[in-house]
């Protein structure tokens, strides 16, 4: 699916992200994340952090680990982007995507970031 999606509208307004982004339905909002994989293969992360920022307060685990997965991987194109969306979010971001998006940091880097979350 992600590639489907994705690649779908890699060349178009990715509006529709969005809108599934604040879908009330658990698989819209999933495939809102999920669907940037094909943005992050060609080195276009900026959906990836936005749509991660919208689903920061989800409720459900199902996308906690989509988004903690697909921030770990924009962040392999573009870690200092990574890094800059922890620094705003850890503290706050649900534990499960905290740990999925610093899995690639090095050791002194996943530390700092899980001891913002322990410090709330």
Known sequence: MPYIVGGYLFDKPRDVLYDLARSQNLWERRTAIVST???IKQGDVADTFTIAEMLLNDDHDLIHKALGG???EAGKKDQQ???RFLDLHAAT???T???YAIEH???AQRDHYRGMKQAM
């Open 37 to 39: 994989a094909y943005f």
């Open 70 to 72: 697909w921030l770990r």
């Open 81 to 83: 982007e990574l890094l």
């Open 93 to 95: 971001m649900p534990r």
């Open 97 to 99: 995507a905290l740990r």
């Open 105 to 107: 940091l090095d050791k």
